[in-house]
């Protein structure tokens, strides 16, 4: 236990100043001041305040939880050990034992959202493919089923994108996320995407392009090498013709931007058929998306790298014509143009090897690419019938039976599914062929170890798609790719020709997604084991981030628009299975996390405002939205960065949590508390730097708090805390105050509190302020420079630091003088450095009398008294007084000890003399400053205390590595003192701080035999604990007091602290022991009462029983004598003889 500090001893009240934004008490041994690795905390409620505790370590962050039942939990997100323990990104936790157990090998991806159904099964969406160490072709990644304490699929194997939220409602599940196919490929998106080479399979012109200067090659938009235009102030286009048709899905482009001249508006057309493609995109100023056909729109906004428009209807083309028809500036023009392709389609051609296009944008993707390689010699044949390239090897009819001409073809099939298999033969008229086909063997196989042959004739009029293969068709993976391989037939018959044209064909592969379309959200019903998108999908592309569900409504957040009907927010109809958009089209931002608590949907996001920007346009961040009376309301002033999570222990007070820092003018740390019945923030008491994504309530008074979680300490406070009555409270003056020193003042009817540093009030700066009367008041306003260091000696407040100003005619520098009870300046002359710039003042002393103070720092003239480091000022003329001629340099502590010595420490010089200490007489006006020797260990002291007559204890830095020092010096040598702190520890000041009688006794005092033990501040690292802002000295071990940490989260630094009396510079309070004698006094005293006690009851005894007896005669014989046997000298001489011993009494008070 740690020993608690004897208020009563420093006047009931104790302060701590320091750099620090929060503290805590130390009482468990896993409390801490920052956390260097991502930590689950325990919070504990323990006598009206919260103590935090490290639990665990990870390796990343968890970001989500379900119960599973009261004692066990699931948490799961991004890490892959916890206490050096492999989980793999999910784990259960056990609130009686706080022990993790795995579930299996966890899984080989990030966790995002989890769905508890009942105490064994789980729903885990993510971005994961699938548990580690199980059949990898069982799943489709991004989804699977914890049941029965082992790993399954769901029916559909997974997803093609991450899914972020699961929902819940009286008869399905409901996935949301970023994905438009199933595993089964039973849904599927048209508009999968792979970018097609346009550099290789194309050839590149132009209408009307600019003939002279810079941007005249329509090829350079190829990887946006350089912009191309247009000859000023007449339409034009630019145009892709493809070696072999393809599907586009997207087209990404880049606008010229050149002086001013950009396209306006264009449009697309498809080679061939000459039909305008019709597309969608994000208007960039509105965010919402928007369609068009034959007048789509680029901006000219610099900012915007590209946009892509989206083929709504997909259609084959054997070449595109984008066709500008209005521009900015004086012409139109691109500076880059990308072209996404949606088939699988492979075709055998020879590519321009010397092509001077450069395609290095056209790398191979982590997605693999497609290839058909060929055997044999090819040659390039154009068909009329299709209006493209195909390959030809001509062979001579009698090697028909040995030739090895071939062509393979392997897909890259990014997800497993359903496909039908097409290959395309030109017919041999259009090839002029006729009389020269023959037929073609082909090897499929397109699930491992399944190979099939299929014969093709190639010998056919006109063109022909023939279906080869109608089924599933495998993933491709590191071992294997599906692939057909197209040879001349063994049986093939030779044509009348003398020579055999063998056409290579090309072969696309359609996924059969006869499920229809699946957009982000997807519905499981598992009581028939079904799985469908929503009736009515979102757009194309959509995220979604959140659901909530009750029995009738889904709420869909994430970001998604659809024109100006909704945006990233809408309600879906369980029952009219209708997309309903609500009040005011939604937000206009994304939405990241929601809670459903009654009528009341709570949102946070990036969102500012609803999409119609003229209705609550104040929804800073987070929103509630009545789903009664469908409408807006708003937290307050919001806050003022995202919210990424949002969550409740008890339906009322709502967490938040995100990289905020604010709400109004209230200093936020990522994390805010709203009660939704008072309608208002709550105020924080605790210091927590880091978004809290959840917590979960392991009994009444504990709870588990994980996320990205910096620091958490049990008091909120700005620099400044202060003790009272076992009572800890912070002034929260102003977030961004520094405090530099504090000191109490007892005035008649209250105790203030005074304060320096720099303060803001009420929009005005102050180096200096009093709390009085509940209020601040802020004094010297404009003075330039700081104040360090405060006194209070008989009602007056003694200002010392290197500052320098004039308030109310008052000049003062470095040291000023304010009379508290008449709240008047009072004049005194300052403090100046040789150049008669504003000396530094570092500590200011009072007499026993409180007649004069010691000033001290590092200073040449007192008004215009020649005295360097330390002088004495009369408090009642306030003139000053030079002690001794000899002492100069910067002097950090000084102590007065009871035989009126003055000792001094610092960076010193006596005389000539380097000293670390020096010591004065203060009763004789003839004496001077002795140094002593110096410590070589030591450089720069900065605090000193008393132990006894002999000895005192002095703080530093060692000489060598400016670790932290402690020595003892006896008055003529320092003997260091072991401490065994961490290297990167400082001390800031020593302190006896008086121990109260109800601490724990086993731990030892310090001195021997006292009531006290030595308290240091700063910065101490303590050997297997951690950091520590506070902490006791027993003379061989350390015991943290308090933890504090700073406003970024690392650990917080106590630079002074400061009583409501004069204490703790001395060892006052000894135990005491009596004589024996006095002993034995008390002892007979305490012995006679207890016989004069006995007696009164035996008299009271006999008194009850003799009432009713009449009283007999008197004995007319006279009473004997009675002698005592002992001579009354025996006594006196026991006493006497009791002189030789002693015994030993309680503590007589601190002092």
């Excluded at 000459?274 to 068009?292: A, E, G, H, R, V």
């Excluded at 034959?294 to 984008?322: H, K």
């Excluded at 009664?628 to 222990?649: A, C, F, I, K, R």
Aim: proline share 4%; with cysteine; charged share 10%.
């Amino acid at each position: 236990m740690v020993p608690s500090i004897d208020l009563d001893s420093v006047g009931g009240k104790l302060g701590f100043i320091g750099d620090y934004a929060g503290l805590s008490p130390y009482e468990k041994p896993r409390q801490f001041e920052s956390l260097e690795a991502n930590t689950l905390l325990l919070a504990t409620q323990s006598d009206s305040k919260t103590l935090f505790e490290q639990l665990s370590n990870l390796s990343g962050t968890v970001q989500t939880s379900c119960r599973l039942s009261d004692t066990q939990f699931i948490l799961a997100g991004n890490f892959t050990t916890i206490n050096s323990t492999t989980y793999n990104h999910i784990a259960q936790f056990d609130t009686q034992t706080l022990q993790f157990s795995p579930l299996q090998q966890g899984l080989d991806g990030p966790v995002s959202s989890l769905l508890c159904i009942n105490s064994s099964a789980v729903y885990v969406g993510g971005d994961f493919t699938a548990p580690m160490n199980t059949n990898a072709s069982q799943y489709a990644g991004h989804v699977a089923l914890w049941n029965n304490q082992q790993w399954t699929p769901l029916p559909w194997k997974g997803f093609n994108g991450p899914v972020y939220s699961i929902a819940k409602n009286s008869e399905s599940i409901i996935f949301g996320g970023q994905f438009d196919s199933t595993g089964d490929g039973l849904y599927a998106n048209q508009n999968t995407t792979r970018p097609f080479n346009l550099a290789t399979s194309s050839t590149i012109s132009s209408g009307n392009g600019a003939e002279f200067g810079n941007y005249t090659n329509p090829s350079s938009v190829i990887c946006s090498q350089s912009p191309w235009l247009l000859q000023e102030g007449v339409p034009g286009y630019w145009q892709a013709t493809f070696t072999s048709p393809i599907q586009p899905s997207v087209f990404r482009i880049k606008n010229a931007n050149v002086n001013g001249d950009s396209t306006n508006r264009f449009n697309i057309i498809a080679l061939g058929s000459n039909t305008y493609f019709n597309l969608s995109y994000i208007d960039p100023i509105t965010k919402q998306t928007t369609t068009c056909s034959d007048q789509c729109f680029l901006s000219n906004d610099t900012s915007i790298e590209y946009q892509d428009f989206t083929v709504t209807s997909p259609m084959t083309a054997g070449g595109i014509r984008i066709n500008i028809d209005t521009w900015y500036g004086s012409s139109g023009g691109l500076a880059g143009v990308n072209i996404f392709r949606s088939d699988v389609t492979l075709q055998p051609e020879i590519t321009n090897s010397n092509s001077t296009i450069n395609d290095s944008c056209y790398t191979e993707s982590s997605e693999g690419t497609s290839i058909a390689t060929t055997t044999g010699t090819w040659s390039q044949i154009f068909s009329y019938g299709t209006y493209q390239n195909f390959l030809v090897s001509t062979i001579p009819a009698n090697e028909l039976q040995t030739t090895n001409t071939s062509v393979v073809y392997k897909p890259y099939i990014a997800s497993q599914g359903n496909y039908d298999v097409y290959l395309t033969t030109p017919g041999c008229v259009g090839t002029s062929t006729c009389n020269q086909r023959t037929q073609a063997e082909l090897t499929v196989e397109m699930t491992p170890g399944n190979a099939t042959k299929y014969y093709l004739n190639q010998d056919i009029v006109s063109d022909q798609q023939t279906l080869i293969y109608s089924g599933i068709v495998s993933s491709s993976t590191s071992t294997f790719q599906p692939s057909i391989t197209m040879r001349v037939a063994p049986n093939a018959t030779a044509p009348s020709s003398q020579s055999v044209s063998f056409i290579g064909s090309s072969v696309a592969f359609n996924r059969n997604t006869t499920g229809g379309v699946l957009s982000s959200v997807m519905v499981y019903y598992t009581s028939n084991n079904t799985w469908t998108p929503l009736a009515q999908q979102l757009p194309n592309n959509a995220v979604v981030r959140t659901l909530q569900s009750n029995d009738n409504m889904l709420y869909i957040g994430g970001l998604f628009a659809l024109n100006s009907t909704y945006n990233n927010l809408v309600a879906y109809g369980l029952s009219s299975n209708t997309i309903q958009p609500l009040a005011n089209s939604g937000l206009n931002g994304s939405v990241n996390t929601s809670l459903l608590i009654d009528s009341q949907l709570i949102v946070g996001g990036a969102f500012t405002g609803t999409s119609e920007p003229q209705q609550n346009a104040d929804l800073q961040h987070v929103a509630i939205y009545n789903t009664d009376t469908n409408t807006w309301s708003g937290m307050d002033q919001g806050v003022n960065n995202n919210v990424d999570h949002l969550y409740t222990l008890d339906n009322n007070v709502i967490h938040l949590s995100g990289p905020f820092n604010s709400t109004g003018n209230t200093t936020l740390f990522n994390n805010a508390e709203w009660n939704l019945n008072d309608k208002r923030f709550e105020t924080p008491s605790t210091f927590v730097l880091g978004p809290i994504n959840s917590q979960l309530q392991i009994n009444q008074d504990t709870r588990l708090l994980f996320g990205d979680i910096k620091t958490a300490q049990t008091y909120r406070a700005n620099n400044i805390v202060a003790l009272s009555s076992g009572q800890v409270s912070s002034s929260i003056i102003d977030p961004n105050a520094k405090v530099n020193a504090g000191v109490y003042w007892k005035g008649s009817s209250d105790t203030s509190l005074i304060l320096a540093g720099s303060f803001n009030i009420g929009n005005t700066d102050y180096p200096l302020v009093i709390n009085h009367q509940g209020g601040w008041h802020g004094l010297l306003q404009g003075i330039q420079g700081e104040i360090t260091v405060l006194s209070v000696v008989q009602n007056i407040l003694w200002i010392g630091g290197q500052f320098s100003g004039t308030v109310d005619t008052i000049s003062m520098t470095s040291l000023a003088a304010y009379d508290l009870q008449k709240q008047a300046f009072l004049p005194t002359n300052g403090l100046f450095g040789a150049n008669q710039q504003p000396g530094l003042v570092r500590v200011i002393t009072p007499s026993g009398d409180g007649k004069s103070i010691y000033v001290a720092g590092s200073f040449a003239f007192a008004g215009l008294l020649d005295c360097s480091s330390l002088c004495k000022l009369s408090t009642d003329t306030r003139q000053w007084n030079r002690l001794s001629q000899n002492l100069s340099g910067t002097v950090n502590d000084v102590l007065i000890n009871d035989n009126s010595v003055l000792i001094a420490i610092g960076d010193l010089n006596v005389g000539q003399t380097k000293a670390n200490l020096a010591s004065l007489d203060i009763t004789s006006s003839s004496a001077s400053w002795t140094a002593a020797p110096v410590d070589n260990q030591m450089s720069s002291p900065t605090s000193i205390v008393h132990e006894n007559d002999q000895t005192y204890i002095i703080s530093g830095a060692s000489q060598n590595n400016a670790s932290p020092y402690l020595s003892a010096w006896n008055g003529q040598n320092f003997t260091s003192i072991s401490s065994n702190l961490g290297s990167a520890s400082s001390i800031r000041q020593l302190l006896w701080a008086p121990i109260s009688s109800s601490s724990d006794a086993s731990i030892a005092r310090y001195p021997a035999d006292s009531d006290t033990m030595l308290l240091a501040v700063g910065h101490l690292e303590i050997p297997e604990f951690g950091s520590s802002s506070a902490a006791f000295f027993d003379g061989t071990q350390w015991h943290p007091y308090l933890l504090t940490a700073s406003v970024n989260g690392s650990s917080g630094t106590i630079g002074r602290v400061f009583t409501a009396e004069p204490c703790c510079t001395s060892v006052s309070n000894h135990r005491h022991f009596l004589s024996v004698p006095a002993v034995i006094l008390i002892s007979i005293a305490i012995s006679l009462g207890i016989l004069f006690v006995l007696i009164g009851c035996a008299f009271v005894v006999l008194f009850f029983k003799r009432r009713h007896t009449a009283v007999a005669a008197y004995d007319q014989d006279p009473m004997k004598e009675w002698k005592p046997k002992h001579r009354p000298s025996s006594l006196l001489a026991m006493l006497n003889a009791a002189n030789l011993n002693g015994g030993e009494a309680g503590p007589s008070g601190y002092t």
